[in-house]
């Protein structure tokens, strides 16, 4: 018998023990670790609650968490609880799925005025995050400035502007509801760095915002290259400038009839936030694209600003006794090998790009680089103490271990405490999970 341990309950994670349990079936078994009670990583907190459909993927990750040889081992903080190196003396192979839970910095001036968040906070805000729930942001004025043209963005941007309608049978958690629903804005400003041809927004979820009931997405028709250059593009990237170019032909009336205008300002890069003590504009410079590269102009103005978004991308969380890549904000990998015996798939393996389906093609290439490393005699003659062992040491140390049977309990509690037509109402502190799942 084989011991595998994974970090992180995520997609990657989940992917990663279904491949597993597919290449060496009843011989091997696989502990799926969280910091949280609660498995699913960025399907629970980071995939937007209007977008059930996506999140419906959970029940796949279910079925291969009900294995007998698979088993999730919830509330557990690899680096405190217990160490990597106690992890790697347990179990033949250690994955990191750790994904990328930290926001970027842009290392600008002013970038800790208050009301200024990154995408991982705000988004762990409404999506229920235990760290982040008492973010309590701002929202009673105007103008929001949401930084980065990409999906992130494109998810921040449309629930800021939705109605109580619009958000039926979503799992946005009662405290940012609540707030989202009282809010004043009037205007949110998309900043993008570079220009149309080279959004990273992808068409379907821009579609979205070109259909919503209280807000109008506006774009400059001067930002466009000539329409013949639309032709060069790939496919997903001519849809998504093709929705772009209706949104720049949208009548000023019909701006006019929604409360919320949201502004693509195209070419231009922040360059500091102002303000006291909260934010209330930022100073942006214009900029051309040379090479595929935002270059600056010298040109610079100011964009009003209550509250701003940076949705630039993320950074894993570096674990002590992991060697760390700081430049590119992930475990130094070689193809997901780190060490011998010590991988990382997903987000941790690769930064944060690609879709959830991404991390599947991930789990299991490891499995077969865990498998080749079995065979080369990489992982030793000899299966290590797994399972048990990790028992001893967990019962030895008092560690207050959530199971999957667990979770089901606290999932219960979730979907009975939920909101007319929502799936669930999330519990957003680790205290209240525990307390449901006993
Ligand atoms: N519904 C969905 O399918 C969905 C939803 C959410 C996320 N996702 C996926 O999750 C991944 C992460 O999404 P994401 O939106 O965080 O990342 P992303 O797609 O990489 O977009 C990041 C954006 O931030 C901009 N940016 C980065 N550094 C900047 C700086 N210093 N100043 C100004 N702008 C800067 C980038 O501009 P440049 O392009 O100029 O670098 C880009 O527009 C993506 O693969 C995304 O497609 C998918």
């Known amino acids: 018998m084989r011991h595998i341990a994974i970090i992180g309950s995520g997609p990657a994670g989940y992917y990663t023990a279904e491949a597993a349990q597919k290449q060496w079936g009843d011989e091997v078994s696989v502990d799926v670790f969280d910091l949280l009670p609660v498995p699913y990583g960025l399907i629970r907190f980071g ?29 557990v903080a690899v680096g405190k609880d217990i160490t990597v190196a106690e992890l790697r003396e347990l179990y033949d192979a250690v994955i990191f799925a750790t994904g990328a839970p930290n ?78 629903l009282g809010s004043k804005i009037e ?80 070419f231009a890069s922040p360059v500091r936030f102002l303000g006291d003590e909260k934010v209330e504009a930022v100073k942006v410079e214009r900029t051309k694209v040379e090479a595929g590269r935002a270059v600056g102009t010298g040109e610079t103005y100011e964009v009003p600003a209550s509250m701003v978004i940076t949705c630039i991308g993320y950074r894993t969380s570096p674990i002590p006794d992991v060697p760390f890549d700081e430049r590119a904000g992930r475990f130094a990998n070689d193809g997901g090998r780190i060490l011998p015996g010590m991988y990382c798939v997903g987000w941790a393996r690769r930064g944060p790009t690609g879709t959830i389906g991404t991390n599947r093609p991930d789990g299991y290439d490891i499995v077969e680089k865990i498998a080749e490393d079995l065979d080369g005699g990489v992982l030793g003659r000899k299966g290590k103490g797994g399972r048990e062992a990790f028992d001893a040491l967990a019962n030895q140390r008092k560690l207050d271990i959530v199971t999957f049977r667990d979770w089901k309990k606290i999932e219960e509690a979730e979907e009975e405490a939920a909101r007319a037509g929502a799936p669930r109402e999330k519990f957003v502190d680790i205290e209240s999970m525990i307390k449901a799942s006993r």
């Open 187 to 266: 205007k949110i400003t998309i900043l993008g760095r570079r220009g149309p041809h080279q959004i990273m927004m992808t068409p379907k979820e821009l579609g979205e915002l070109g259909a919503l009931e209280r807000a109008s997405p506006r774009v400059d028709k001067d930002d466009f290259p000539d329409e013949a250059e639309d032709a060069l593009l790939e496919p997903g990237l001519r849809k998504s400038v093709t929705h772009l170019r209706s949104f720049a032909a949208i009548p000023e009336d019909m701006h006019a009839e929604k409360a919320i205008e949201i502004e693509f300002d195209m």
């Open 47 to 75: 995939v937007a609650p209007d977008h059930q459909s996506i999140k419906g993927v959970s029940r796949r990750y279910e079925k291969t968490a009900l294995n007998e040889n698979v088993r999730f081992v919830g509330n």
């Open 103 to 180: 926001d970027r910095q842009l290392g600008l001036e002013g970038e800790d005025l208050d009301n200024i968040f990154g995408s991982a906070e705000f988004v762990g805000w409404y999506n229920g995050h235990p760290k982040f729930a008492d973010l309590d942001p701002d929202l009673s004025k105007g103008h929001v400035v949401v930084i980065g043209m990409g999906n992130v963005a494109l998810d921040v941007a449309r629930i800021l502007s939705k109605t109580e309608t619009e958000f039926e049978g979503a799992d946005v958690v009662a405290h940012a509801l609540e707030s989202l």
